[in-house]
């Protein structure tokens, strides 16, 4: 029987997150490298839909590629590369927009909260991100992907390739696996420490309630203790009503391999969970960061390991990209 094929990317858009790192690259480190042939790449072409600035983008795809080696990728396992290394990706992209819809790609709702940011700015909204998620159908298709693991903010767009390879499939033949989500068990959605209402996302400005994986010790400790919750006494697990609580509680259990609802019961005051949340964050990261100060003393071998990174991609995308170009027509 052939291996699963997995396949996940992450955005050099800001500095890596505790939620990009709890809702999608420990499992890619702990669990999907090992039981899969698996993919990981730095998807920079993305990181273009928004305002940018050339020198931060490059700056951050290495940096992204570096802190997932440091997270536990093996390049002898698993392949890790920039996208925009591999030219399969915007080949197929093109295809893929000839049978998306421009209806489908408004109804996205990324696209709508991160158009409207730009509106508010008064900037202008880039074409590029209305067609964002065609990209990533392409960068997930292109493989032949049988599973992603995303957080459950990409949920929808993962549900968008499924579509795009169904109806290609249809109108063209078969060509394209058709892939599925999987979600984390716990922390699929980390929630912004100062407001538990929006998710913990590296492209916030202003980092406040923010954990990066890069931050010190005590500046993880003095983020979680700050963290906000309600006037309630009691530890209770209540996604709804008691977003910022439950939030802990999911960080805490994501990072201890715990039950939220089970440890709720454990904690009788606020204060005592705050504390041994920040202490389990700071123990998940401290080998994450220890492995990154070695790694930035030899960027040349992460430069080596993008190359033959790419090299691997690209021989993987080719046949199937190809295949989709003969079958529409060209
Ligand atoms: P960001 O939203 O931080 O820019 P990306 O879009 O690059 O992150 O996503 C990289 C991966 O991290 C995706 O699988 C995404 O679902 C996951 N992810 C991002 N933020 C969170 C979060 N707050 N909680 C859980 N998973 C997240």
Request: glycine share 6%; with cysteine; charged share 25%.
């Amino acid at each position: 029987m052939e291996m699963t094929r997995v396949f996940s990317g992450i955005q050099p858009t800001g500095h890596l997150t505790l939620g990009n790192y709890l809702g999608a690259m420990r499992r890619w480190a702990e669990v999907d490298q090992h039981r899969a042939d698996s993919l990981f790449c730095v998807v920079d072409l993305h990181a273009l839909t928004v305002d940018h600035d050339p020198a931060r983008v490059r700056r951050l795809s290495r940096q992204t590629a570096t802190l997932l080696l440091a997270a536990g990728l093996d390049p002898e396992v698993c392949t890790v590369f920039l996208q925009s290394h591999v030219d399969e990706h915007t080949r197929l992209s093109y295809l893929l927009e000839c049978v998306a819809t421009d209806g489908e790609m408004r109804r996205m709702i990324q696209y709508k909260e991160k158009a409207a940011k730009e509106r508010e700015r008064g900037g202008s909204v880039r074409l590029s991100l209305l067609t964002y998620p065609v990209l990533m159908a392409a960068d997930i298709l292109a493989y032949g992907t049988d599973e992603v693991p995303v957080g459950e903010d990409q949920a929808q767009h993962v549900e968008l390739t499924r579509d795009l390879a169904v109806r290609f499939n249809q109108r063209y033949g078969h060509t394209f696996t058709v892939p599925r989500t999987t979600l984390p068990p716990v922390a699929a959605r980390v929630m912004n420490l100062q407001d538990p209402t929006r998710k913990m996302g590296k492209s916030d400005d202003s980092g406040a309630g923010v954990v990066y994986l890069l931050d010190e010790p005590d500046v993880v400790r003095k983020k979680v203790l700050r963290a906000v919750t309600d006037s309630g006494r009691e530890v209770v697990y209540d996604r709804a009503e008691r977003p910022g609580l439950a939030n802990l509680l999911d960080i805490l259990a994501a990072c201890t391999g715990g039950n939220p609802e089970s440890l709720a019961d454990v904690y009788d005051s606020y204060g005592s969970l705050k504390k041994d949340t920040a202490e389990a964050v700071v123990e998940v990261l401290r080998p994450l960061q220890a492995r990154h100060r070695e790694l930035c003393a030899d960027p040349s071998y992460v430069e080596g390991v993008l190359r033959d990174g790419a090299e691997k991609a690209r021989a993987l995308a080719r046949p199937t990209v190809d295949t989709a170009y003969r079958a529409i027509g060209l």
